[in-house]
């Protein structure tokens, strides 16, 4: 037998196996190299997690979201350990409301689940009061279906529009818009965001332009460096006592949940932009 047609007949087994594979339903291809760990144990932090997302850029904090307590936590991180977990928005005792206004005494209904824009504002699928709500630094606010509140499908202003009872939201960074799988009534629907939800700050300048902005980059990051190690003594006998305020982070909707140090968050800021 010839040496080409006896790879021919190994080539055939090899098809025939792969057919008996699929056909048997059995066409499983088990990828190695990924692993998994435990993050976050929701029974220790009495948190029950419905939907989690990574925030944007900055930081490595996290926004969980407990269905049924209706609550938004932040988780914060230091050396991959949860540092600190807090309540950002929702009364976690498990009542369910309707109250917009600020982040601390704002109420949601058995949400479903939420996204998150390229500014960290959030924004969620109030399924329980059939409206979609934003979390910005400004507050809670209802954006869509907040003069009908009770389910439809009417398209239209976004005040006007209504929704099923189950219905998930996705943020769509090229069309600057909310993703609306409305499951109750079986559509794909879309929330026109304003622009400047979408900017997109990770993009660089246009060639040419672009080395000296590296250069700049560079010469603001080594001042950066030294500033911050050179402060660091003075600031750290304060630490207990000095609360950066948001504004000094790079994300709009939720306020400092870590106990950094302002010589930390300058030395973070530099090392993120560097
Ligand atoms: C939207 O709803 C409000 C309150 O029900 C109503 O006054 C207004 O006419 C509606 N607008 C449109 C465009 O349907």
Not at 16 to 23: E, K, T, W
């Amino acid at each position: 037998m010839s040496s080409s047609s006896s790879s021919l007949i190994m080539i055939a087994i090899i098809l025939l196996v792969n057919l008996i594979h699929v056909i048997g339903g059995e066409n499983i291809v088990l990828e190695e190299g990924y692993t998994v760990t435990t993050v976050i144990d929701g029974d220790k932090l009495n948190v029950n997690p419905y939907a989690i997302f990574s925030l944007y850029g900055s930081s490595s904090d996290l926004i969980i979201l407990d269905s049924v307590k209706s609550t938004l936590y932040t988780v914060s991180f230091s050396d991959s350990q949860v540092s600190e977990i807090k309540k950002l928005s929702g009364n976690a005792n498990g009542d369910a409301g309707y109250k917009d206004g600020d982040l601390g005494s704002a109420e949601f209904n058995k949400p479903k689940n939420f996204a998150v824009d390229k500014k960290n504002n959030i924004y969620i699928a109030d399924k329980g009061n059939h409206v979609i709500r934003k979390i910005s630094k400004s507050g809670v606010t209802t954006i869509a279906g907040g003069n009908i509140r009770k389910t439809g499908k009417a398209d239209g202003p976004a005040q006007n529009a209504s929704f099923s009872d189950d219905f998930e939201l996705a943020f769509d960074s090229q069309r600057c818009a909310l993703l609306i799988s409305d499951h109750g009534n079986r559509l794909i629907r879309q929330l026109d965001l304003k622009a400047e939800d979408c900017a997109d700050t990770s993009s660089g300048p246009v060639l040419g332009s672009t080395v000296a902005w590296s250069i700049g980059v560079v010469v603001t990051c080594l001042i950066g460096f030294i500033v911050g190690f050179a402060v660091r003594p003075y600031v750290l006998p304060y630490a207990g006592s000095f609360r950066p305020t948001s504004g000094q982070r790079d994300m709009e909707a939720f306020p400092n949940p870590s106990g950094e140090t302002s010589s930390d968050l300058l030395l973070r800021h530099q090392k993120r932009n560097c």
